[in-house]
């Protein structure tokens, strides 16, 4: 059966981290991801008390601050390069498969550029030397997606992250990202919003706007087979307790699983 999984940035901070990963299991997950914020420190001991719980560690999400310095001159831009890269080295050495990179950031994103041609070549390199998977995930611009796709997208360690909440409120609808790149899903980033321009809730599904009927065939007309990973915002949610946001959410992920694969 497809694995389920959830986002986890939020353990550690209302509950203990080895409370809080008993939690997500007990409710019925099976794998989970987090930021890597260069924290090492704080990201071992998201991953040992995940897995002293039972809990796979499917992906990273490398750090999305200062991302649109990778096209433009100057250091900021080899720092942002330098901190993926240390993530893509912290995953080879703790054994996560998947590194999540966002490519832009905002409407006013920069253009594509010669400079960061180079620095992705640097990053895409290491991180087919290590054996990771890099996951280039959907914001707002196509062309950053499609630039680095056509580039490298023939590599075994270069892949796709879907998310359909980013789909759903920064382009509208008007993008159908899967129908582009869905060969090259490697992860999925589940989320519900308003379908209103940048409102990005992270909201759990099937809670406001979004057709997961619709989700759910573009994920099995794309073949993909990983899980069904939810990536949610607790702030969303203060009514809650822990146990009971994490519970809402695996019942809402068993069901879009029941509708991708008719189990």
């Known amino acids: 059966m497809r694995k ?3 986002s986890t940035d939020c ?30 420190d704080r990201a071992r001991s ?13 992906t990273l999400h490398a750090p999305w601050d200062g991302i649109n310095n990778i096209w433009l001159p100057g250091k900021a831009g080899d720092k942002v390069i330098d901190t993926f890269i240390k993530c893509v080295e912290f995953c080879a050495d703790q054994g996560v498969p998947i590194a999540v990179i966002h490519l832009s950031s905002g409407v006013k ?5 010669d400079i960061g041609h180079e620095r992705l070549d640097r990053l895409i390199g290491r ?21 680095v796709f056509e580039l490298y ?8 992250c879907w998310d359909c909440g980013h789909e759903a409120c920064f382009t509208l609808g008007r993008r159908d990202y899967m129908a582009l790149f869905g060969e090259m899903v490697c992860c999925l980033h589940i989320h519900d919003n308003s379908g209103i321009f940048d409102e990005d809730l992270h909201m759990i599904p099937f809670d406001v706007f979004i057709d997961f009927n619709v989700v759910a065939d573009k994920i099995r007309r794309s073949g993909y087979t990983g899980s069904i990973m939810l990536e949610l915002k607790r702030s969303a949610y ?16 068993r069901r879009l699983r029941t509708m991708v694969d008719g189990e």
């Open 127 to 147: 991180a087919g030397e290590l054996g990771i998977k890099l996951a280039f995930e959907n914001q707002r611009k196509l062309a950053n997606l499609a630039f």
């Open 153 to 160: 997208g023939h590599m075994p360690h270069v892949g796709f």
């Open 46 to 58: 998201h991953i040992m008390e995940a897995r002293i719980a039972g809990l796979e560690i499917e």
């Open 238 to 253: 203060p009514e809650l307790s822990l146990k009971e946001f994490l519970e809402r959410a695996a019942n809402a992920a």
């Open 4 to 6: 389920i999984g959830i």
């Open 11 to 40: 353990i550690g901070k209302e509950t203990g981290m080895a409370e809080g990963y008993r939690l997500v299991k007990e409710a019925g997950f099976d794998n989970v991801f987090f930021l890597y914020d260069g924290d090492e």
């Open 109 to 113: 994103a920069p253009c594509i550029s």
